[in-house]
């Protein structure tokens, strides 16, 4: 793991950025981490939906917000995400999907073609960030997941160091890993909101009844896609330390 740059934010989160081979990164650690006599900080990677950048200024704030409470939080542009190169194959998926979504034409085989294989690429790349970043001394387990729930259903099956999850419903999840939601055993908060007009709220209720945790909890609130709650945050803070402390 290679840091490109740092800088100390005015809540004294350090924020640096990373490349780990092609992998780019961010990690933001609060100002205590990596001080005499501090423990390690617990981790909370974080991963915004289907293909956005990991400097989205709304995994931004999250991002602080949970480094300001005391842990680090990852984020990386998986492959064909943020600025990384997007496959020629990729690209006409993105151009079918918008004009069949334009006509009012069906989508979901549209979303399969492109998700399916941004997800399954994306895992192994997660699998060898965790890796460097729990070899930092400033940081230290267990590790939490918040964001992207194709993604987040994939590593928390396949990972056992993912010790609580906190998924948004708002974004296309393939049937692969409708079907591996069953595996999902760890502490989940599931955020949904009702009005989302590009998932269908049954299809959220079922996967949030498909996943084999004993401890999930759903919390919906009315609007669209973008309007969660800025306490969800708060609430999402409360969930982590109950599992991550």
């Known amino acids: 793991m290679h840091f490109t740059s ?57 991002a602080r917000h949970s480094a300001a409470h005391g842990y680090a939080v990852a984020s990386i542009d998986a492959p064909g995400c943020g600025d990384r190169p997007r496959s020629a194959a990729a690209e006409q998926t993105r151009a079918d999907l918008r ?26 790349e997660w699998r060898t960030t965790l890796d460097a970043l729990l070899a930092l001394p400033e940081i230290g387990g267990p590790v939490g997941y918040s964001g992207w729930t194709a993604v987040g259903i994939h590593l928390a099956a396949v ?25 999902v055993t760890v502490p989940l908060l599931f955020l949904l909101q009702w009005d989302d007009e590009g998932n269908p709220r049954q299809r959220a209720l079922d996967l949030f009844d498909a996943f084999g945790s004993k401890e999930k909890t759903l919390h919906a609130n009315l609007g669209g896609h973008t309007g969660t709650p800025w306490f969800e945050v708060e609430d999402g803070g409360r969930f982590f330390n109950r599992h991550l402390r």
Request: proline residues 10%; aromatic residues 6%.
């Open 99 to 124: 004009r069949a979504m334009q006509a009012g034409e069906p989508v979901d085989e549209i979303f399969e073609a492109l998700v399916g294989p941004l997800v399954e690429n994306a895992v192994p």
């Open 6 to 62: 740092e800088r100390r934010l005015d809540d004294g989160v350090l924020e640096r950025e990373f490349t780990l081979g092609e992998i780019p990164g961010t990690l933001w650690t609060p100002g205590s981490a990596g001080s005499s006599g501090a423990a390690p900080a617990p981790l909370i990677l974080m991963a915004h939906n289907n293909g956005l950048p990991k400097g989205e200024p709304r995994l931004v704030a999250r």
């Open 159 to 183: 990972d056992p160091r993912i010790a609580a999850a906190g998924f948004f419903a708002g974004g296309y999840v393939p049937r692969a890993q409708r079907d591996e939601a069953r595996q």
